[in-house]
């Protein structure tokens, strides 16, 4: 990923940045072992997956648009 100050690559590369932050902010968190119980470490266990499946689908939409801009 290119930055540039403040400046991403593209619009998509500053949302997936984004979503790598909260990962990591959430799996830090679960690492010190401070989710208060087990129902927080479930919750946070999905919003971890959702933000997997969101970056997932952002990075298969740059795909499709590097695809058609290529054609």
């Known amino acids: 990923m290119i ?3 403040n400046h991403y690559e593209t619009p998509l590369k500053y949302i997936e940045s984004k979503m ?9 968190h ?16 999905g919003v971890i997956q959702g933000l997997e499946f969101a970056k997932q689908i952002s990075t298969d939409l740059a795909q499709r648009m590097e695809t058609n801009e290529d054609e």
């Open 3 to 5: 930055v540039t100050g």
């Open 30 to 45: 679960l690492g010190r072992g401070a989710a208060k119980d087990y129902s927080e470490y479930q919750k946070l266990c």
């Open 20 to 28: 790598d932050e909260r990962r990591i902010e959430i799996e830090q």
